[in-house]
Nanobody
C-alpha cells in the first residue's frame, strides 16, 4: 500500500520559514520524480517544485529563490524548505510521487498539510 505522509505545515508570520517533509512508503522512492503542489482556496492545484530521481529540480516562478526542494533516498523522504514566506503562499501543500512505465503514469498523492502565512 502506497503512503505519502506530509508534515511540517503550520502558521507562520510573513518573512518566516517552514520545512515540509514527505515520508513515502510502498513505492520505489528513488526512481520516482517527487513534487510539491499547493492549492489555495478557490484556486487550482499548482506545481510548486519537483525533483527527479537524478536530482534535477524545477520551481514555480513565484517561489524561485525562496523555496528549496530536496530528497533523501536513504530515508524515503522529500523536503521543502520554505523561506521568506508570503501571505500568498498560504495553501494546502501536497506531496506527489510519479513514475512512468511503458503504458501508463503511476502517480500518488499525500493527504496534504496546511500552510498559513499571516501578514
Amino acid at each position: 500500500q502506497v503512503q505519502l505522509v506530509e508534515s511540517g505545515g503550520g502558521l507562520v508570520q510573513a518573512g518566516g520559514s517552514l520545512r515540509l517533509s514527505c515520508a513515502a512508503s510502498g513505492i520505489a522512492f528513488s526512481i520516482n520524480t517527487m513534487g510539491w503542489y499547493r492549492q489555495a482556496p478557490g484556486k487550482q492545484r499548482e506545481l510548486v517544485a519537483a525533483i527527479t530521481s537524478g536530482g534535477s529540480t524545477n520551481y514555480a516562478d513565484s517561489v524561485k529563490g525562496r523555496f528549496t526542494i530536496s530528497r533523501d533516498n536513504a530515508k524515503n523522504t522529500m523536503y521543502l524548505q520554505m523561506n521568506s514566506l508570503k501571505p500568498e503562499d498560504t495553501a494546502v501543500y501536497y506531496c506527489n510521487a510519479k513514475r512512468w512505465s511503458v503504458y501508463k503514469v503511476h502517480e500518488y498523492w499525500g493527504q496534504g498539510t496546511q500552510v498559513t502565512v499571516s501578514s
